[in-house]
Structures are given as C-alpha cells and as structure tokens.
C-alpha cells in the first residue's frame, strides 16, 4: 500500500468560495471585505483567520461555522478550519498583526 500526496485545492475557488459568503455588516464577500486574513492553501487543507469586534463575535459565528463547511466541502479539502478572534477593535483591511516578542526585519526600502 504506497501513501498518495494530498492534492492542493485550487486558491482561486477557495476565495471564490468565501466570496459567496456575504459579510453582513458590509454585504460583500468575506474575502472582498477583507475578513479573511493568513489564508493556507495546502495539500488537503484549507484554513484562514477571521478578526472581528468582541462586540460582533457572536453575530459572526455562524458566519464562522458556514466558512468551514463550504470549504471543507470542496475537492481536495479534508481539513478546513476558521479560526475567529475577537479584539476590541477589529484592524484595519491589510493591516498586519505582530505577535509580540517577535522580531521583524528593517524594511529594505526604507534602509540607508
């Protein structure tokens, strides 16, 4: 018995598929409203971060829950999961989050 490879499912389907996922504080997709934040797409799994207001987290989970079963039932998926965090107040669209204690590079742009 040989272990085959886990194919990857295709990236463009995952977002079109959370696309159809409707924000409902702005009506668009989730991926289009910025929601989905550290996508992975890899062999037979799909997982993404999903931050909102503490305020919103309760109105968000069943948004939650229905991310995870659209992706998980796409082909090539085995695993999905939607990991949802609520803060005080949810970042800006293409802010990025840095864990504290964690190093990160000068920007070599901004370099003398």
């Known amino acids: ?19 159809a996922i409707r924000d409902p504080a702005t009506g668009l997709g989730l991926h289009a409203s910025g929601l989905v ?20 987290a309760a109105r968000y989970a069943y948004i939650r829950d229905a991310a995870e079963k659209a992706l998980a039932g796409l082909p090539g998926v085995e695993k999905a999961q939607v990991v949802m965090t609520a803060s005080s107040r949810a970042p800006a669209p293409g802010a ?5 204690g964690v190093h990160v590079n000068d920007d070599p742009r901004t370099a003398p």
């Open 1 to 19: 018995m040989t272990d085959q490879p886990l194919p990857t499912p295709d990236r463009e389907r995952v977002i079109a598929t959370l696309d």
């Open 37 to 56: 934040q550290a996508l992975v797409v890899g062999p037979g799994r799909v997982g993404f971060m999903m931050e909102v207001a503490s305020a919103d």
């Open 96 to 100: 990025t989050r840095v864990r504290k």
